[in-house]
């Protein structure tokens, strides 16, 4: 395409609630699966909206996080996360290998199976917090969000990065304004006090290491000079922040899911263990986690995709969320339907750069799933799910609500 970014469209799009994708995205892929776009930010990028493209792109060398011309970027947001480019062009994949080494044990499958009996703990506790708010005003709505979307994942994440939980409402606050879409100046120096705060905690881990993250991350540190301060305060701060907001979102849109139809949430509760990784996989290709449009990648070369040539330098946003409604590879793909199988989704990207944390994620979903709906059978929305705002202004989506009753 040839048009201008003023003539593109303009992210984020009309999104009608939380459980659907903005229908322009549908539209896109159908006419021009590759298409120039504006950001929320108003600089020009190219939007990828199907399937097998969206995949080339993730899966593609020629696209990484760095900038060959940084001051000459395109801006995504004026958030402080994922809202531009990071690392150094020059050594973006060495650094990317180091960090995948060093994060690689942590979040391994072998990990994550040690790691499901305490997540299972956890979510016994948030469900006991849930009944007690009930049993105190039985006849008012309980907010799942403050306590289980929320509080779960954030437990969960801060065992495993070494960050007290009591610091929660701190780092909470932090999370909220670093990922603002047009945060601007209070977003950057929210992000300023996110990476003090974790340099502050590093510190602490080079005098008593412990068992976790950031205190495996200080080791690598003592023996890899180049591994700076800078460098360990923005990764710990990015998977604190990757590690419970996405989750969580995910947690709320999934019981939107279960709730919004009775039969399925009472399908799901004929069976819910053996039905419960199906219906995982199912809710993280349909949730929309995206505001800004998708995943961003620049070009480091010149590249051609879908036969549209995409310049050294260009922003490129991979839009998953529509790329998981592709009708070329999903059959009725905005039914959700926990039998389908294969799900081949691209929720966590895909190729050498997918999501570290898909593991962590996969489990504290299977978890918190058939224990929500084993102890609370009868549970129901509140509120019309049109009553339910979705997040327009954050990163990330979702909602800042869902209210039940049993």
Same mark, same amino acid.
């Given at each position: 395409?040839?048009s201008?970014?003023?003539e593109?469209p303009?992210l984020p799009f009309?999104q009608?609630?939380?459980?659907?994708i903005?229908?322009l995205?549908g539209a $896109?892929?159908?006419e021009a699966?590759?298409t120039?776009?504006?950001?929320?930010?108003?600089?020009?990028?190219?939007?990828v909206?199907?399937?097998e493209e969206a995949?080339?792109?993730?899966?593609?060398a020629?696209?990484?996080?760095?900038?060959?011309a940084?001051e000459?970027? +395109?801006?995504?947001?004026?958030a402080?996360?994922?809202?531009?480019?990071t690392?150094?062009?020059e050594d973006? !994949?060495?650094?990317?290998?180091?960090?995948?080494?060093?994060l690689?044990?942590? /979040?391994?499958?072998?990990r994550?199976?040690?790691?499901?009996?305490?997540? @299972? !703990?956890?979510t016994g506790r948030?469900?006991?917090?849930?009944? +007690?708010?009930?049993d105190?005003r039985?006849?008012e709505?309980?907010?799942?969000?403050?306590?289980?979307?929320?509080?779960?994942?954030?437990?969960?994440?801060?065992?495993?990065?070494g960050?007290?939980y009591?610091?929660?409402?701190h /780092?909470?606050?932090?999370?909220?304004?670093?990922?603002?879409?047009d945060?601007? @100046?209070?977003?950057?120096?929210a992000?300023?006090?996110?990476k003090?705060?974790m340099?502050? $905690?590093? =510190?602490?881990?080079?005098?008593d290491p412990?068992?976790?993250?950031?205190s495996?991350?200080?080791? =690598?540190?003592?023996?890899d000079?180049? #591994?700076?301060?800078?460098d360990?305060?923005r990764?710990?701060?990015g998977l604190?922040?990757?590690?419970h907001?996405t989750t969580?979102?995910?947690?709320?849109l999934? =019981?939107?899911f279960?709730l919004?139809?009775?039969?399925r949430?009472? %399908?799901f509760?004929?069976?819910?263990?053996?039905? =419960?990784?199906? &219906?995982?996989?199912?809710? $993280?290709?349909?949730?929309?986690t995206?505001?800004?449009?998708?995943?961003l990648?620049?070009?480091?070369?010149?590249?051609e995709?879908?036969?549209?040539r995409i310049?050294?330098?260009?922003?490129?946003?991979?839009?998953?969320?529509?790329?998981n409604?592709d !009708?070329s590879?999903?059959?009725?793909?905005? !039914?959700?339907d926990?039998?389908?199988?294969?799900?081949?989704?691209l929720?966590f990207g895909n190729g050498?750069?997918?999501?570290?944390?898909?593991?962590l994620?996969? &489990?504290?979903?299977r978890?918190? #799933?058939? *224990?929500?709906?084993r %102890?609370?059978p009868g549970?129901?929305?509140?509120?019309?799910?049109?009553?339910?705002?979705?997040?327009t202004?954050?990163i *990330?989506?979702?909602v800042?609500r869902?209210?039940?009753?049993w």
């Open positions: 395409m040839t201008t970014a003023n593109a303009q009309h009608p609630n939380a459980l659907e903005p229908p995205f $896109l892929r159908r699966p590759v120039r776009v504006t950001t929320p930010a108003g600089d020009p990028a190219w939007l909206t199907s399937f995949k080339a792109v993730f899966r593609d020629r696209f990484g996080r760095s900038h060959p940084p000459q970027a +395109a801006k995504i947001s004026y402080a996360i994922q809202n531009g480019p690392g150094n062009f973006e !994949e060495r650094e990317h290998k180091r960090m995948r080494r060093m690689a044990p942590a /979040f391994s499958a072998p994550m199976r040690a790691l499901t009996e305490h997540i @299972t !703990e956890l948030c469900l006991d917090d849930m009944q +007690a708010a009930h105190a039985p006849d709505p309980v907010e799942l969000t403050e306590l289980l979307a929320f509080p779960l994942p954030v437990l969960v994440i801060c065992a495993l990065l960050v007290p009591s610091d929660r409402a /780092f909470r606050r932090l999370s909220e304004r670093i990922a603002v879409l945060g601007g @100046t209070d977003a950057q120096e992000m300023r006090e996110f003090a705060y340099t502050s $905690l590093a =510190v602490a881990k080079r005098r412990q068992p976790d993250v950031i495996d991350m200080v080791a =690598v540190q003592a023996e000079p180049t #591994f700076t301060d800078d360990l305060a990764q710990a701060a604190l922040f990757a590690g907001e969580s979102t995910r947690i709320a999934g =019981v939107l279960l919004t139809d009775t039969d949430r009472d %399908r509760l004929a069976d819910p263990e053996g039905r =419960v990784q199906q &219906t995982v996989e199912e809710i $993280l290709r349909m949730s929309a995206s505001r800004t449009g998708g995943l990648r620049y070009a480091h070369e010149d590249v995709v879908g036969g549209v310049a050294r330098g260009d922003a490129v946003l991979v839009a998953s969320d529509a790329a409604r !009708e590879v999903f059959p009725d793909p905005d !039914e959700f926990p039998d389908r199988s294969p799900n081949v989704h929720a050498a750069h997918v999501c570290i944390g898909a593991n994620a996969r &489990t504290e979903l978890v918190v #799933f058939p *224990a929500l709906f %102890r609370f549970m129901r929305l509140a509120v019309d799910l049109n009553d339910i705002a979705v997040r202004n954050r *990330a989506g979702g800042d869902v209210p039940v009753l």
